[in-house]
C-alpha cells in the first residue's frame, strides 16, 4: 500500500513523538517540489545565484564602494549595476554585478546612519559608480540592447564551466 505523504498522524504517533519515541515524516509532495523546478524562472534565478558569486570572486570578497572585506567578517553582497527586474537579460551577467558589503548594498540596521546605500540612495549611488568606472553603465546598457533571448539553461551550463 502507498502511504500518502499527507497522511494524517496518529495520536499514538503524536504521543511517542513528544516523549522523543519516534519521528515524524515531514515529506514534501514530491509532485509540488518538481513543479518549481526546471521553468526558464528556475534557471535564470539559479544562474543569477552562480553569477554573484563569480563576480564577488572577481572582486576579492570586498566591497568596491568601502573596501570591507569577507575577511573581516562582513557579508558580502553581488549588486547588480542595471536592475535586474527591468534589465533581465543582464542579471545573470558578471559584467553587471559588483560587490558590495551588505551595509553600502541595503543598508539595513545602519538605516539611520548617514551613510548611503546603494538601495536607499540609487541616485547618489549611481553617480559614485559613473565618476568609479566612467561609461560602463552605457557599455552595459549597449550591450543589454544587443540581447534578443536568452536560454537560462544554456547559460547555466556555461557559468557552472565558470565557478568550477
Ligand atoms: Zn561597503
Redesign the pocket.
Given at each position: 500500500m502507498k502511504r500518502s505523504p499527507l497522511k494524517p498522524i496518529s495520536a499514538k504517533r503524536l504521543k511517542l513523538f513528544k516523549e522523543g519515541k519516534a519521528t515524524i515524516e515531514l515529506k514534501k509532495s514530491p509532485l509540488k517540489k518538481k513543479a518549481k523546478k526546471y521553468t526558464s524562472s528556475y534557471f535564470r534565478k539559479e544562474c543569477v545565484k552562480l553569477a554573484k558569486i563569480i563576480a564577488k570572486k572577481r572582486d576579492s570578497w570586498k566591497?568596491l564602494?568601502?573596501?570591507?572585506t569577507k575577511a573581516e567578517g562582513w557579508q558580502i553582497h553581488g549588486s547588480h549595476i542595471l536592475p535586474e527586474g527591468t534589465y533581465v537579460y543582464m542579471s545573470a551577467d558578471p559584467e553587471n554585478i559588483i560587490a558590495?558589503?551588505s551595509?553600502?548594498h541595503v543598508g539595513g540596521v545602519w538605516k539611520n546612519s548617514k551613510e548611503p546605500s546603494w538601495h536607499e540612495d540609487p541616485i547618489y549611488f549611481a553617480k559614485w559608480f559613473e565618476e568609479k568606472w566612467p561609461g560602463k553603465y552605457e557599455a552595459l546598457r549597449a550591450k543589454n540592447s544587443t540581447i534578443k533571448s536568452v536560454n537560462w539553461e544554456e547559460k547555466l551550463k556555461e557559468l557552472k564551466k565558470c565557478v568550477a
Open positions: 566591497c564602494y568601502c573596501g570591507r558590495l558589503c551595509r553600502c
